[in-house]
């Protein structure tokens, strides 16, 4: 059974810094491409960032970009997001997804952590 | 970007009636690369449809997905108790991957 546990989560000054980290389990994580997308409090959901099963390419949304970034050790089954500048409106559960195997193609999120909640705030 | 907007925003029905949610995107979206996920409160997203009409592992076939280039549509025959939730469509086939904003589907 695929088990993706999100960890990292918790109350940041405006400006600071976390790391998020996603444990994978259940599967062969090194195959597959991954996903973090977070969701504000009372909102819809925002994908944040993506990563190739090598960790060779990545891609952010325009609101991360720059300030963000996404990394993997496919030797511990661990997804990392390094968030950097942190503001008010990065506040949400963020969630760690997985994605397809299928090498080159646009993927959607099969299976989802329970997120960690993030909080910027003074 | 690919904006996707759903309709309607609350659908309030009862358990047994059937659903029709939509989602149309601001422009093609690229080899019907559409997804469909159910979010009950305090929970993840759960992974219903993807490719515009390819049930998930494990999805009851009363969920059907349709459409191509605009428009979509997730259909739920017969609603069960558990069917309750928020329900949100995704494109993936542009980058950046773009969310509708969700259809609630309320118990009336």
């Known amino acids: 059974e695929v088990h993706l546990v999100e960890s990292g989560g918790g109350l940041v000054k405006p400006g600071g810094s976390l790391r998020l980290s996603c444990a994978a389990s259940?599967?062969?994580?090194?195959?597959?491409?991954m996903t973090w997308v977070r969701q504000a409090p009372g909102r819809g959901l925002e994908w944040v960032s993506s990563?190739?099963?090598?960790?060779?390419?990545?891609s952010y949304a325009d609101s991360v970009k720059g300030r963000s970034t996404i990394s993997r050790d496919n030797a511990k089954g661990l997804l990392y997001l390094q968030m950097n500048s942190l503001r008010a409106e990065d506040t949400g559960v963020y969630y760690c997804?997985?994605?397809?195997?299928?090498?080159?193609?646009?993927?959607?999120?099969?299976?989802w952590g329970q997120g960690t909640l993030v909080t910027v705030s003074s | 970007e690919i904006v996707l907007t759903q309709s309607p925003g609350t659908l309030s029905l009862s358990p047994g009636e059937g659903a029709t949610l939509s989602c149309r995107a601001s422009?093609?979206?690229?080899?019907?690369?559409l997804a469909w996920y159910q979010q009950k409160p305090g929970q993840a997203p759960r992974l219903l449809i993807y490719?515009?009409?390819s049930r998930a592992t494990g999805i009851p076939d009363r969920f059907s997905g349709s459409g191509s280039g605009t428009d979509f549509t997730l259909t739920i025959s017969g609603l069960e108790p558990e069917d309750f939730a928020v329900y949100y469509c995704?494109?993936?086939?542009?980058?950046?991957?773009?969310f509708g904003q969700g259809t609630k589907v309320e118990i009336k």
């Open positions: 990563i190739t099963d090598s960790g060779g390419y990545m």
């Open positions: 259940g599967f062969t994580f090194k195959k597959y491409k």
């Open positions: 422009q093609s979206v690229s080899s019907s690369c």
């Open positions: 490719d515009a009409s």
């Open positions: 997804s997985r994605g397809t195997t299928v090498q080159g193609s646009p993927d959607y999120s099969d299976s």
């Open positions: 995704q494109q993936y086939g542009t980058s950046p991957r773009t």
